[in-house]
């Protein structure tokens, strides 16, 4: 008897795992490894990888790429809007305005 009760809690246990398991991944923000690198209000860079998207904003800001691939990553894994990296300038009607250098999710 106590063999049966033993198998019974253990394929109820095992089926909440396997329940808890699949609604989890439902319920979490969506990663595809893919941001926006933007200068300003101009997309430089549409849904690309964070690799690239690290690159081509460290080669406008002259900074390293780890750091900001982190940081592109943060964006990816948590859906947060964006990441500033630096502050370049940019001509706009003819003046030169500072203006963000950013990586936002897609």
């Given amino acids: 008897m106590a063999s049966y009760a033993q198998k019974s809690i ?60 982190v940081l592109a990553t943060v964006v990816d894994r948590t859906g947060n809007d964006s990441r500033t990296i630096c502050m370049t300038n940019q001509e706009q009607d003819g003046e030169i305005v500072s203006v963000p250098v950013f990586i936002s999710d897609n």
Avoid: H, R, Y
Wanted: net charge negative; proline share 3%; glycine share 10%.
């Fill in 10 to 69: 253990a394929t109820l246990f095992a089926g909440t795992v396997l329940a808890v398991g699949i609604a989890s991944p439902a319920s979490a923000q969506t990663q595809d490894g893919l941001v926006n690198v933007m200068v300003g209000d101009v997309v430089v860079q549409d849904a690309v990888d964070i690799g690239v998207a690290a690159q081509v904003a460290a080669n406008i800001c002259n900074v390293k790429v780890g750091p900001v691939a």
